[in-house]
């Protein structure tokens, strides 16, 4: 028989039931209270780095930078409103970080080097060589960077581009490249294209083959569907936020090798370092001597950076990462005058220059060797997550604060990469999917009225983290029941509200917006023409692979041939009932000598365009563009078994 004090428990919670959650917009008590502490706990007047960050300032460009098909790129008075004090609607750390990467415009590092800043996540740095620019990483979409280019070529005197350096296989620091040089110039030998080893690869990986699950990730980690302002977006601690626009890429004309290696560049020295396997898995670092200025593209940026990134990307190597940093550190750090990268603002002086290196190395391995401390110890990975804390210098270094990698996260990151996925509770080694697993639970609790009832009951205690497992889980049990969105979308507000990290603010703003109202179609994707016309044709058909859905196989299996008229290549496909493989090469059967069902010859840009979607097949074999020998039926019954990515899936609710 219960009690009456617990039958009065009961009902006290479930006369929450009906409840409105609070106006949406609106910082809590308890989130005012948290924000106001870290101001007092920070020295966030420090005003160091807004020095550094107006340094050298020449020019700005005024008005809204626009795509070639009219739309907005992006839109320089966004940022405008961090021009006040921090609002109880932000971690004010945050917002000071946010203030700093909103400053835009053409800088002077040093005579001679110059950097576009504020007018994409990335930094785009131009070198002034012997007869024209050396551009380094031209930012996200071709408008930014054409437009940064001119307000350089109109301060400091026209000049051609004559290279291009990608420092990584992240799309930002390459996917406007159409906006500072063309195919032409670079099919007229007039432009260098320098990357790292292995970029064109891992370019594949991170743009293609996972790409559209990295794309819907993505509007959740930059906020791509919600406002700029107090209430939304502030900026992601690496930059504003991404432009908007075609995402396009040129080939290298020479990828270096892994061995560090000496060039001269439009009469420009660079010693470079290789950095693959810190912060992308294709990345180089560069030091110019004539200068003392030294180049550390993503590998030390101001702020902690992701281990793994929330959109998703193969785990990172805390270890190496450090130890990587400590080689840059002791080979170049002496001789630094400066040190720039393709985030944020230079450092300028030798030892200031030092001292970010040695503290940007000690956090990567703070994270690494405190989490396998603990691991060794027998915490799981989120008692880890919960105990990590952060390293001393973390209190005055802000280059070293959690604004786009947190040491929460991170720590999460390198767990995996030891010891994987299963964080050695055996329940968690076979769980029930998501949403059968929410059913039980809300079952359990009691049926709907009172897991909303303890939702609310944690919302009113300030203990969001909690409110969010009960009101998700009613969510994915319940996805129609508008009040436990309502109330899960607050407690997400809340969360976001009070987050130092940009993208962990991102994330639950976007998610409380998502349970709000319908979504928006703000689609992040790196898998255009653009991108697909630089992809090597058989990994272009790995990523086709990943598509290959076995329930839609209706027809025999077969060997399939593609031959691309422009680029003189052959592609077999192996089409069998449960995988589509993919090989170069005319089709023979394991060697037997037996063609293939069906060629279909079509030029690679043609190709290209179909997958994007820009035509379909018919109009090509209409028009002749495209031919087809043997049975025609066994090439629809490959692409009719080909899924289409969701760009748009659902994340929370089920």
């Known amino acids: ?63 809204d930078i626009l795509n070639d098909d009219g739309t907005t790129a992006w839109a320089i008075p966004d940022f405008d409103f961090l021009n006040s004090e921090s609002p109880s609607t932000v971690n004010p750390s945050l917002w000071r970080q946010s203030q700093l990467t909103a400053i835009h415009g053409l800088f002077e590092v040093v005579p001679g080097i110059y950097q576009i800043r504020g007018y994409d996540l990335s930094v785009m740095t131009l070198i002034a060589g012997e007869s024209g620019w050396i551009v380094i990483d031209p930012l996200l979409t071709p408008a930014p960077a054409k437009a940064g280019l001119a307000l350089a070529n109109a301060t400091l005197g026209e000049r051609p581009v004559v290279a291009v350096l990608y420092t990584h296989s992240h799309a930002d620091h390459f996917g406007g490249v159409l906006g500072v040089t063309s195919r032409e110039a670079l099919a007229a030998g007039e432009v260098e294209i320098i990357a790292p080893a292995g970029f064109t690869a891992e370019t594949v990986g991170e743009s293609v083959l996972a790409g559209a699950a990295m794309g819907r990730r993505a509007q959740y980690q930059f906020g791509a569907n919600i406002p700029v302002g107090a209430q939304g977006v502030v900026g992601v601690g690496l930059g504003p936020k991404l ?55 993503e590998v030390a940026t101001r702020n902690f950076h992701n281990i793994l990134t929330p959109r998703g990307a193969l785990v990172r190597d805390s270890l190496k990462w450090s130890r ?17 990268a393709s985030h944020h603002w230079p450092i300028w002086g ?7 290196l040695r503290n940007q190395r000690d956090m990567y391995r703070f ?18 997550a919960d105990a990590i804390g952060e390293p001393d210098f973390a209190r005055n270094d802000f280059g070293t604060r959690g604004y786009y990698g947190t040491y929460e996260h991170n ?19 076979n769980p029930l999917p998501k949403a059968e697993e929410a059913s039980k639970w809300v079952e359990a609790i009691g049926g709907s009225d009172a897991a909303l009832a303890k939702g609310q009951e944690a919302f009113e205690a300030g203990d969001y983290r909690w409110g969010a497992r009960l009101l998700q889980n009613l969510v994915f049990a319940d996805p129609e029941n508008e009040a436990a969105r309502l109330w899960l979308a607050a407690t997400y507000e809340q969360l976001g509200f009070q987050s130092e990290g940009g993208t962990w603010r991102n994330i639950y703003l976007s998610a409380a917006d998502e349970l709000r109202k319908p979504r928006a179609n703000a689609d992040i994707t790196t898998a255009g023409v653009g991108v697909l016309a630089s992809v090597p044709t058989i990994d272009l058909f790995d990523a086709l692979a990943t598509r290959f ?37 005319e089709a ?5 000598g037996q063609g293939a069902a069906a060629v279909l010859t079509i030029a690679r840009s043609d190709f290209n365009r179909l997958l994007a979607q820009e035509v379909d097949v018919q109009s090509l074999l209409a028009s002749g563009a495209a031919t087809i020998e043997g049975n025609p039926m066994a090439l629809l019954t490959l692409f009719q078994a080909f899924d289409r990515p969701d760009p748009q899936f659902d994340i929370v609710i089920p």
């Not at 917009?25 to 960050?53: I, M, W």
């Not at 990587?324 to 720039?340: A, E, H, P, R, W």
């Not at 030798?350 to 970010?356: G, L």
């Not at 023979?588 to 037997?592: A, F, I, R």
Request: proline share 6%.
């Open 243 to 297: 432009s908007t626009g075609p995402i396009g890429l040129l080939p290298p004309t020479r990828e270096l090798g892994t061995q560090n290696e000496r060039l001269e560049l439009d009469g420009v020295v660079f010693e470079f370092l290789d950095a693959g396997g810190t912060e992308a898995p294709s990345e180089f670092v560069f030091y110019l001597p004539q200068y003392g200025a030294l180049h550390v593209a």
């Open 1 to 63: 028989m219960r009690s009456i004090s617990a039958l009065l428990g009961a009902c006290a919670l479930l006369s929450l039931v009906g409840n409105a959650p609070p106006p949406q917009g609106v910082a809590s008590e308890q989130t005012a209270s948290h924000n106001s502490s870290v101001a007092q706990r920070l020295p966030l007047t420090s005003d160091e780095d807004f020095k550094n960050a107006r340094r050298g300032l020449l020019a700005q460009l005024e008005g």
């Open 350 to 356: 030798s030892e200031q220059v030092r001292e970010a």
């Open 549 to 585: 859905n076995p329930a839609k196989m209706r027809g025999e299996p077969a060997l399939l041939q593609f031959s691309f008229s422009d680029t003189q290549e052959t592609i077999t496909v192996d089409m069998r009932r449960s995988v589509m493989y993919p090989r170069k090469g």
């Open 588 to 592: 023979l059967d394991e060697g037997q």
């Open 411 to 429: 720590s999460r990151a390198v767990y995996q990469r030891y010891f994987g996925w299963w964080n050695a509770v055996p329940a968690d080694y």
């Open 324 to 340: 990587t940093l400590d080689d840059i550190l002791m080979q170049f750090g002496t001789g630094s005058k400066v040190m720039l």
């Open 367 to 384: 994270t690494h060797d405190q989490t396998l401390r603990l691991a060794n110890q027998g915490a799981t990975m989120d008692e880890i």
